[in-house]
DNA sequence: TTTCCAATTCGGAATGACTACGATTTACTT
DNA sequence: AAGTAAATCGTAGTCATTCCGAATTGGAAA
């Protein structure tokens, strides 16, 4: 997912374009990596000191129920990327130190469904915590 | 765990027996799932009505360190359920209407590390969300 | 048993993420 | 160019969690 096709979605879902929609989708693309709702308001404080974090909540949450981001929770926060664009389903290592997010392609919900014959399965979280290796070289 | 090795942890490691203490894992004992902090002070309540959030919190937070409990983060907030007896790695599924759980074997860590060789790895979360089959024929 | 002190608890206030809301402004349609 | 629903602003409210000083207490030592 970039700023172009988010744009696009947007559009085709209804959406308004407005100033601060795009402010939030280009820092989000020139991130590539997980931010919170603080992270996004201080980033943009330079060129839109008055945004709201009203506004600033609100949109991240829509962009995320329309899949134009992916959203996790983590030390107590809600955080935000860019929806990478792979085809289907994956998962991420997480960069502690950075924020930075590698794809993984394992995922053992198969095994887990068969084990789990009587059990309706809505949903499940596999993450992946640690330091990439920029920010161990770097340490 | 149970209340009595819990309670013995707790002396080997120092820690005073008090009332408080001994009420939150008794209930944590009876109720084997996940409860988070207002959880537990509401159902204290009615025999400890003093109990402080703090006192609360506090023991929550000393009891998960002493791996007496174990800890997730559902919806924002804390959970606590006494730690499995089982020995070694392992994760849950969890129902998302009554809070019960059920162990998993399966883990797909060794193949995150074998994918990963320049990562460090310090932690990770893989759970499973969904309905019992208590709920489910319940509903 | 009594004394004593660090650990624990209490009660309430402070923090921080997130949400709600009325008033105002704005993007987009006609 | 006008009208309208959507979006934003600014602020106040909520909720989980943490902090803090004062009072209490468990358990070791005398």
Same mark, same amino acid.
């Given at each position: ?30 991130? /590539? ?11 943009? %404080?330079?060129?839109?000191?008055? #945004?709201?974090?009203?506004? !600033? ?41 950075? +924020?930075?997010?590698?794809?993984? /392609?394992?995922?053992? #919900?198969?095994? !887990?469904?068969? %084990?789990?014959? %009587?059990? !309706? ?6 993450? !992946?915590? +640690? ?6 070289? %770097?340490?």
């Amino acid at each position: 997912m970039n700023f172009e096709l988010a744009i696009e979605r947007l559009k085709s879902e209804g959406f308004k374009r407005t100033p601060s929609r795009e402010a939030i989708l280009r820092l989000l693309e020139l991130e /590539d990596r997980y931010l919170s709702a603080g992270d996004v308001k201080k980033a943009l %404080a330079a060129d839109h000191p008055t #945004m709201s974090q009203d506004t !600033v909540y609100r949109n991240l949450t829509s962009f995320s129920e329309l899949k134009i981001l992916e959203e996790t929770e983590l030390g107590g926060e809600r955080k935000f990327r860019m929806h990478c664009d792979r085809h289907g389903h994956h998962h991420h290592f997480i960069c502690m130190d950075c +924020g930075r997010t590698e794809e993984l /392609d394992v995922c053992p #919900m198969e095994q !887990v469904s068969r %084990a789990l014959p %009587a059990f !309706v399965i809505d949903d499940h979280k596999f993450e !992946v915590y +640690g330091q990439c290796p920029d920010c161990r070289s %770097a340490s």
